[in-house]
């Protein structure tokens, strides 16, 4: 089997960045919470298909989900059927019967069928199952006819599979996005991808080297060519085996990379109207801290020193839809000044959890738009054909929340993911200009920061990554002990709390000055 070359996409995707479905209505809330994994891949391939319609079906998968709820108005119509998770499967077949037509069986010896069987299900209008599973179902009272079976292709490796998948189902699917997707992965955003009928593979870009599979292709080549398929503009969801080379592929593509392995109930919560009362416009920029810069230079008899924190993993979908929450509700936000990165597009894909932190931010939360604007790409990598585009696109979406500051991330080099190019930095500049930009936020990977101007606009090179609360302080203390006068770290999210960076900024003397990202900016700007 010779594979097919795609057909040049050139037009930029001019549709909504998330495609529309139905709005949401009503809900019935279920605990997934228990089941069994392969229980758990057949509810949420039959709950991506309700979920289509104007009936949402919303699973309860941790304690996340459950906060979520009550961020809904009290009177929106909502249900919770007393099902136990064990019955759960069997419940919705006999309510929701219609809606399938036949099962599409994996092979246990080949995960990543699992994803090809989704992807069929998604087209066929079928329910993923195991074997064992099969018989069941193909019985009373269900009598659901077998519509594919992949263990009979024989496939030894996922390329193969996938190789297959791309000839036979990718021209099917959605042509507004992609994924990359565990296929361990029972449930979390694989109801999302049968709902909007999307291709979902799992091939490692790393991988260079022909192997068994049509026309001698590695796993790198297959990708390219899944990827060449979308239009410029589309979106990645999921994520990647390995993040350097998959979001370098993805960038080289044009596509906007949305970290959504791990989202739950996507499809009910991005198309879940906003009451008109919460639509009003909220600002995300933390007023402006005073800078007692000379008086406190006169009592310390030190010159000051301003810093600030940058929290990583805001462009993440589902960190903003369960880590953050945590983030968010620790004792010591509030207490001291925090840079939160956020997908500037949240409002479009979780517009209640972005609702949410607009309105509980203090006055010391600021809000930074994350790398590297309206989708994680690495800048160096986009065409330069579509650099006008994603930055008209970012511009909008900053514009819209707002946020005035934007945190970039470009190369993976052994000096970090650092924006150095000096032409994309301009540019950057100059097209988010109409947003108010402040200042970009550049990179990790640094022990020493550093800026420059460009068109009046400071860039900054951030200090860190602080991978864990100790590395923070020794990052901190090395850059106040070398005087540097304007220090941001950049915070690995999953590892450092606000009671971390708390109990570090004690530690430091009365002429360290702790700031909003912003805020330093304005102060570089100041002494230009």
Known sequence: MKLHTPSPQTAWRSEPLLPVLPHTTSLEIYDLRSALPEIKLSVVSLVGLVNRGPARLYLLESDDDTFWLTQLDPAFPQKTPPVAPAGLLAHLLTVYREQVQGVVIYDPGLPDTINIATTLAALRCGLVVAPAQAEEFQAAPYHLPVLADLRTHGWKTRLQAYAWAYQHLLPECSHAMVAGFDPNTSSSLRAFLVAHRVFIYW???????????????????????????????????????????????????????????????????????????????????APDLPAEDHLLEQQTGQR??????????????????????????????????????????????????????LKSASATDEFIAAPSGAGYILPSHWPVQYRNEFLQLTARYMQAMPIRVLQVLDQHTFLGMKFLNPDLQKLFVERLAACGLRGILSGSGSSCPSWQMRTGVPIYQNLGLAI????????????????????????????????????????????????????????IESEK
């Not at 968010?328 to 001291?336: E, I, Q």
């Not at 106040?480 to 590892?495: H, L, M």
């Open 304 to 357: 000051t020193i301003y810093l600030s924190f940058t929290i990583s993993d805001g462009d993440n979908l589902q960190y903003c839809q369960h880590h953050m929450l945590r983030l968010w509700h620790d004792r010591a936000r509030g207490s001291l000044p925090l840079g939160w990165t956020i997908t500037p597009a949240l409002p479009l894909a979780l517009p209640y959890q972005a609702a949410f932190y």
């Open 468 to 523: 864990n609360p100790r590395s923070a302080a020794h990052l901190i203390t090395r850059a106040v002990a070398r005087g540097t006068r304007y220090i941001n770290v950049y915070i690995f999210a999953w590892k450092v709390t606000p009671g971390d960076l708390q109990a570090i900024v004690k530690q430091l003397g009365e002429h360290v000055v702790v700031v909003t990202p912003g805020r330093l900016l304005e102060l």
């Open 203 to 285: 091939l490692d870009g790393r991988k260079r080297l022909p192997a068994l599979a049509p026309g001698g292709l590695c796993e790198h080549g297959l990708l390219k060519r899944i990827l060449a398929s979308f239009q410029p503009g589309s979106l990645h969801m999921g994520w990647y085996i390995h993040e350097p080379s998959g979001v370098r592929l993805s960038s080289s593509s044009a596509l906007l990379t949305f970290a959504s392995d791990f989202c739950t109930n996507l499809e009910v919560w991005s198309n879940l109207s906003l009451p008109t009362a919460q639509e009003e416009p909220v600002s995300a920029k």
